[in-house]
Structure formats: C-alpha cells, structure tokens
C-alpha cells in the first residue's frame, strides 16, 4: 500500500506571495491533519479535515486555510506569506481520527525569501 | 495552556544499555499519548500509543509507561542498536477547546555509540 505522498517537496518562495500544498493520504484513510515543523517550536498542528470538512484547527492565522477533495486528497494555502512562514509542513492521516496511529508523509519544505 | 517537555539535550548512550527518554506535560489531562520516531529530513514514525487507562505497553524492544499522576511518560528502548539514532517525539491527544487535538513535544535526540 502507498504511504503518504506530498508535493512539492521543496518549495522557495518570496514574502508576500501565496503557496498551495497538496497531501494523498493512505488508501482508505478519511483523516488529514496538517503540521508545521519548526526547530524553534517544533511540529505544531494546523487542522485536520475529514470528509471534506473541517474538523479541528490549531491557533494559526486565517492566512492558512485548507480543503480535502472528495477523494481525501487534501491542499493546504497560505496566502501574504511571511519570512517566519519558513517550515517543514507535513501531512498526517489515519483512518478516521488523530487518536489513531498518524501516517506522516515526507513532507514539503517551504523557505521563504 | 498545555506544555509538553522532553529532554532538550541529545542522549548519547552505548550500544546495548537501555535508553530511557522522558516526556511531561502540564496542563492537561491526555486521554491517550503516543511515541514517534522522526529521522532527519523525513516524516515521523509512529511507534506506541498508550490510553489513559494503561500504566505500560510493550512492543519489542520498546516499553513505554504513563503516569498521570506523575503527569510523565517514559519512553524505553532496551539492547539499544546505533540504528536506533534518531529524534524520539511524544504527542498527547485529547479533547480540549472543543477539538479533539494531537500536541507534539519537541523531540529528544538519541545518539546510540558502537
């Protein structure tokens, strides 16, 4: 079975701009959460979507939005970008709920110029 | 608000003694807690989960115990093998602020030497 998938893997942007993340999850899992990943504060949660609907956010700005497809395919925007906005973001997803176990996939790494 | 600590400094053991990696929190009351494995430049791994109700699981060569009295989770690694070098993060999931949510701590380095 295919693991977690993202992409791009590497992404450089410049202040001000917007990006577009996107995760497939496992086959079959329902829930995608997303993280970001800091070595100063380390991996945060932004949301987790599930059936296509919004289920649980963290305490990020609404500059961070996301969305799942129909096919649990899951994107994740930030718009106006910020130098701070430099990260790992990853995707997580499990069959129904983050209590369970969290597949991660390998991540996307946004710099931020 | 919810504080999640684990050691900050990397453990630099020797090949073969038992790691022992700490995680404590504050300010919650987890329902369940969870052990990952990260390696550099990649996803964590999920390793154990551990309910509330549990005071010990095992699987392998790893052992973890939850104290909510203690508001602690250790986490073990016996016979420990250089390929177990990595970052080791602790999560506590719950529901609070009407979501039901994961919290990472941020990671404990492992070191094993030959």
């Known amino acids: 079975k295919a693991g977690v998938t993202q992409t791009p893997r590497y992404l450089i942007k410049t202040r001000g701009q917007q990006v577009t993340l996107s995760c497939s999850p496992i086959s079959g899992h329902r829930s995608v959460s997303w993280y970001q990943q800091t070595p100063g504060q380390g991996l945060q949660f932004l949301f987790e979507?599930?059936?296509?609907?919004?289920?649980n956010k963290g305490n990020f700005p609404g500059r961070f939005s996301g969305r799942q497809f129909s096919n649990s395919r899951s994107e994740m925007n930030v718009s106006t970008l910020e130098l701070g906005d430099s990260a790992l973001y990853l995707c997580a997803s499990s069959w129904a709920s983050v209590q369970e176990t969290q597949y991660f996939g390998p991540g996307t790494r946004l710099l931020v110029l | 608000s919810q504080k999640i600590e684990q050691n900050s400094e990397a453990l630099n053991i020797q090949e073969g003694k038992t790691a022992t990696l700490t995680c404590n929190y504050t300010?919650?009351?987890?329902?369940?807690l969870q052990w990952y494995r990260q390696d550099p430049g990649r996803g964590p791994v999920f390793l154990l989960l551990?309910?509330?109700?549990?005071k010990e699981k095992r699987k392998e060569r790893l052992k973890v115990t939850f104290d909510t009295t203690l508001k602690q989770s250790l986490f073990h690694i016996t016979a420990s093998q250089p390929a177990d070098s990595a970052t080791y993060l602790c999560a506590l999931g719950g529901f609070s602020g009407g979501y039901n949510k994961l919290i990472f701590g941020a990671g404990t380095r492992l070191a094993v030497h030959p």
């Open positions: 979507y599930f059936s296509e609907t919004q289920r």
């Open positions: 551990i309910r509330e109700n549990e």
């Open positions: 300010n919650y009351s987890p329902a369940y």
